[in-house]
C-alpha cells in the first residue's frame, strides 16, 4: 500500500485518490485509454485504501485550500469511507469538494444528499452532454439504465442540501452542445464550468 498514491497536491488543492471504481466508462477518461497519470502522480491503486488510512494522508486538512474526492473512481461508490474522511476533515477546520457522476443516488436506492450535507461544502458533478439518454450512453457509458434521468434528477435535488453545487462538460465532445449545458445547469440553479 505504501506505494500508492492516495492524496496527491495540485496547487493548493488536495485530492484524494479514494477508489478505482465507477459507474461510468466514459470515452474521454485517461484510465480507458490505458494511463492513470494525472500531472506526476499514477493513481492505478493495488488496493482501495481505508478511511483510516486516507485520513492519515490527509494529515491537517486546514494546511490546504480544499480537500478534493477525485481520483480514476468514483467518489461516492465509497460512501461510507467518503462520509468517514469528509467528517474529520470538516471537524479540524477543513472544506470538502466531492467530483462525481452524480449517480450516487441511483446506486444507492436512496437519496445519499443529506448524508453528504452533513460534511461536504461543494458537489461538482458531471453532466457531459445536454441532448439526450443516448448521446450520454455514447460519451459516458453507464453501468445501468436510466442513468441520464438520475444525473439530471440528481442535478436538480442536489442544491437543496449543499451550498455549491457545480455541472461540468467537457467542451468538444461530438453533439455535445456546451451551451445548451449551460442551460441545464442554470435551470437547476447551480453553477456551470466547461
Not at 488543492?13 to 492513470?36: F, Q
Not at 494525472?38 to 490527509?58: K, M, N, W
Not at 439518454?133 to 438520475?150: E, L, M, N, T, W
Amino acid at each position: 500500500m505504501s506505494t500508492d498514491t492516495i492524496t496527491y497536491p495540485i496547487g493548493k488543492r488536495l485530492y484524494v485518490n479514494l477508489g478505482d471504481r465507477c459507474t461510468l466508462r466514459c470515452t474521454s477518461c485517461p484510465k480507458h485509454n490505458g494511463s492513470w497519470q494525472v500531472h506526476d502522480f499514477d493513481l492505478a491503486l493495488s488496493r482501495r485504501p481505508t478511511a483510516e488510512q486516507v485520513i492519515e494522508a490527509v494529515g491537517n486538512p486546514s494546511e490546504h485550500e480544499e480537500i478534493v474526492f477525485c481520483g480514476y473512481g468514483e467518489p461516492t461508490l465509497r460512501l461510507k469511507e467518503l462520509l468517514e474522511v469528509s467528517r474529520y476533515v470538516k471537524e479540524n477546520g477543513g472544506r470538502v469538494r466531492v467530483n462525481t457522476d452524480g449517480l450516487a443516488n441511483r446506486v444507492h436506492r436512496r437519496n445519499v444528499l443529506p448524508q453528504l450535507a452533513e460534511c461536504v461544502d461543494e458537489l461538482s458533478i458531471s453532466l457531459n452532454t445536454q441532448k439526450n439518454a443516448s448521446v450520454y450512453i455514447r460519451h459516458c457509458k453507464p453501468a445501468f439504465d436510466g442513468a441520464y434521468q438520475a444525473v439530471l434528477n440528481f442535478l436538480q435535488m442536489a442544491p437543496r442540501y449543499i451550498g455549491e453545487v457545480t455541472a461540468t462538460a467537457i467542451d468538444g465532445l461530438e453533439d455535445v452542445d456546451i451551451e445548451a449545458c449551460s442551460r441545464i445547469a442554470a435551470y437547476a440553479g447551480v453553477k456551470f464550468r466547461r
